[in-house]
Every structure is written in C-alpha cells, then in structure tokens.
C-alpha cells in the first residue's frame, strides 16, 4: 500500500511486521493475465518491481537473492551445461547461470511474459545477457515443462518463484520435486527460493522433507541477508541427487567474476545452522 507521504509499505500482518520504502513516482503499472504488476522510482532503493502488492525487488539488492540462488548449485555440480530456470522473470538468475563458461543451454520458464518485458524496460541491467546465444526464453507453465522433461535433460534447475500462494504453492510440493528429480542427470542439482528462516520455519522443514521423499540424497537451506524481503533475511535450499549438499568446487567458485556478494567463503557459511533452526524453532 502507499501512504500520503509517498511510503510503499508491505505489511507482514502474521508476525507484526513491515518493510518501507519512499517512492518518488510511479513508473508503471497493469494487471496482466496473471498478476498485477507496478514499477516504482524509490529514493534510495532505485527502482522497485511489486507484484500483486509484494515486492519481488529493487535495483539496489537484488543482486543478493539472485548470486545465492545461483551460484551455490552450479558449483555444487561437477560440469553444469544445461540449465532450467522455473519462474524468474526478471532475468537476473539467467545473467548470473551466464557467467558460467561451461554452460550451453540456459531455459527460463516464466509464466507471465510482462514480467520480462517490464524488466527489460525497467531493469536493464538484469536482462543483458538475453541475448547470449545459450539463453532460451519460454512464457509457460514451468511445472508442465518440468513434467513433459525427457529423465535427465538437466543439470540444475534452479525454482526462482514467488510466495508459495495460489499458482506457485505447486512449486512447493512434492510432486513437482519428484519431476524435478526425473527431469535431473544422475549429478544433478536442485535450488529453490525457500521464505524467511525466522517466519517460515515450518516451510523450510517441509521443503526438506518433500525434496527427500522425492529421492534426492541430501537437502540443506542456504542462508544469506535480503533487507527488503519480509524479516530482511532470506533462505534457499538447495538439494542433489547425490553427494553431500554442502560439497562444492571450492577452487573453481574462488575464480568467479562479477559477482557482488557470493564468493568461496560466502558459499560455505551460508550453509551454517542457528541453533534455532537446528532445534526445529
């Protein structure tokens, strides 16, 4: 919502909570086929994507979200050359899989086509790598997509979605996960947004737990700071068909370029468990 003072304000009303932001003016806004979408000129974050009343980013940090969701599963897989991202309209998850050489096939699947056109116009910098040859765009349902794969098209599929509500509450489940797990090569890796640590506790837990049931080997959450998503602290978990989920190429992730925040050793403490989660809350 936006106040008389110019304030967008999403309101965490379970836990008691906001996140603010100044605007100085709205930009753009429809409702597609799907969702409503606005863009919005902020004073201190640039600019800010809200859909159906959440913000999905801002200029200024969503580099964060976007290196964690990435890099960790490419460099928790041996040679990741085809990729499938789920969701992730804003392009920001495909520039970062780009930045890998050894990728050949990068497939974004986004239901909403607006989101990508919008950020395209809005949010340039997310969207420069649409035009690498390797990088495949699809507007479809991206569980379909995952449930027609032919039994191991992927290395890793990274699930960039929005809250679990509605459409998306599908990527959440269990038997999306078990697609997944067909749609992956024996070495194959899988990395999802998974909520708040602090007030999605029992999300996270059921993400680990679906994702076992679907026969993947081993499922740990990431941590990392996210200051204008709910609680300012953001989780994704990250699963393999085999092997140990905190085992990555160490050496190789200490050679990485362009990034802004991931790193080797931001790769390995974001695996670190609070004790409260360790504890089940």
Same mark, same amino acid.
């Given at each position: 919502?936006?106040?008389?003072?110019?304030?967008?304000?999403?309101?965490?009303?379970?836990?008691?909570?906001?996140?603010?932001?100044?605007?100085?003016?709205?930009?753009?806004?429809?409702?597609?086929?799907?969702?409503?979408?606005?863009?919005?000129?902020?004073?201190?974050?640039?600019?800010?994507?809200?859909?159906?009343? =959440?913000?999905?980013?801002?200029?200024?940090?969503?580099?964060?979200?976007?290196?964690?969701?990435?890099?960790?599963?490419?460099?928790?897989?041996?040679?990741?050359?085809?990729?499938?991202?789920?969701?992730?309209?804003?392009?920001?998850?495909?520039?970062?899989?780009?930045?890998?050489?050894?990728?050949?096939?990068?497939?974004?699947?986004?239901?909403?086509?607006?989101?990508?056109?919008?950020?395209?116009?809005?949010?340039?910098?997310?969207?420069?790598?649409?035009?690498? &040859?390797?990088?495949?765009?699809?507007?479809?349902?991206?569980?379909?997509?995952?449930?027609?794969?032919?039994?191991?098209?992927?290395?890793?599929?990274?699930?960039?979605?929005?809250?679990?509500?509605?459409?998306?509450?599908?990527?959440?489940?269990?038997?999306?996960?078990? /697609? =997944?797990?067909?749609?992956?090569?024996?070495?194959?890796?899988?990395?999802?947004?998974?909520?708040?640590?602090?007030?999605?506790?029992?999300?996270?837990?059921?993400?680990?737990?679906?994702?076992?049931?679907?026969?993947?080997?081993?499922?740990? &959450?990431?941590?990392?700071?996210? =200051?204008?998503?709910?609680?300012?602290?953001?989780? /994704?978990?990250?699963?393999?068909?085999?092997?140990?989920?905190?085992?990555?190429?160490?050496?190789?992730?200490?050679?990485?370029?362009?990034?802004?925040?991931?790193?080797?050793?931001?790769?390995?403490?974001?695996? /670190?468990?609070?004790?409260?989660?360790?504890?089940?809350?």
């Amino acid at each position: 919502m936006i106040d008389a003072e110019n304030w967008f304000t999403e309101v965490e009303e379970k836990n008691g909570a906001a996140m603010s932001l100044r605007l100085r003016r709205r930009l753009h806004a429809e409702t597609s086929a799907y969702q409503r979408l606005e863009v919005y000129e902020t004073d201190g974050f640039g600019n800010l994507l809200v859909l159906d009343g =959440c913000i999905m980013l801002t200029s200024r940090d969503n580099f964060i979200y976007h290196e964690m969701m990435v890099h960790p599963a490419l460099f928790s897989h041996p040679r990741p050359r085809r990729v499938l991202i789920i969701g992730g309209g804003d392009c920001g998850c495909l520039r970062e899989v780009l930045r890998h050489d050894s990728v050949e096939h990068a497939e974004q699947v986004d239901i909403d086509e607006r989101v990508t056109r919008l950020s395209e116009q809005f949010f340039p910098e997310l969207c420069e790598s649409n035009s690498d &040859p390797r990088a495949h765009l699809h507007f479809e349902d991206g569980v379909r997509r995952v449930e027609e794969a032919a039994a191991g098209s992927y290395d890793v599929i990274i699930i960039d979605s929005t809250d679990p509500v509605g459409q998306a509450a599908r990527l959440f489940s269990a038997p999306f996960y078990r /697609a =997944c797990y067909q749609a992956l090569g024996d070495e194959g890796v899988l990395v999802a947004q998974s909520e708040s640590p602090l007030y999605h506790q029992q999300l996270m837990a059921s993400m680990v737990g679906n994702l076992n049931a679907a026969g993947f080997a081993a499922a740990a &959450p990431l941590l990392f700071p996210q =200051c204008t998503y709910p609680s300012g602290w953001w989780s /994704a978990t990250l699963a393999r068909r085999a092997g140990a989920a905190r085992e990555f190429r160490e050496a190789d992730a200490q050679t990485i370029r362009g990034t802004r925040y991931y790193n080797a050793d931001i790769h390995r403490a974001a695996f /670190a468990t609070p004790q409260f989660l360790r504890a089940g809350g």
